[in-house]
């Protein structure tokens, strides 16, 4: 069983996908978008349909107090569309300080700003969906 996890940022969607056992979360890419949501959403379907994933983690940027700002809002907005493309469920899943432990972990591994830069979401992703997996285990 297959899952995609998903980082949803203003200009950079980062994916993951897990093991066929469902056990692991590994990175996939970050896929850049701008102004229409249509785009990343068709190609995540791509992936979803090539890796056979049954269901997509959403990563939910709630408040440190657990409201929903308006990053929170375009994600759900995003996790709508998501479902519509994809036809699988969309899971939220509450990401607050995923890009934070993805940071430290990656100045941990002493990589370059412009490496952090290019990978952080993609790093997130892999975060939100372990924390989803490690929960159904």
Known sequence: ???LGIDFGDGRIGVAVSDPLGWTAQGLETIQWKDSMRRPA???KELADRYGAEKIILGLPKNMNGTL???AEKALEFGELLSKTTGLEVIKW???????AAQRAM???DLSRSKRKKIVDKIAATYILQGYLDSIY
């Open 1 to 3: 069983m297959r899952i």
């Open 69 to 71: 700002g308006p990053s």
């Open 107 to 109: 100045l941990e591994a």
């Open 42 to 44: 068709e190609k995540i």
């Open 94 to 100: 509450d990401e607050r300080l995923t890009t934070v």
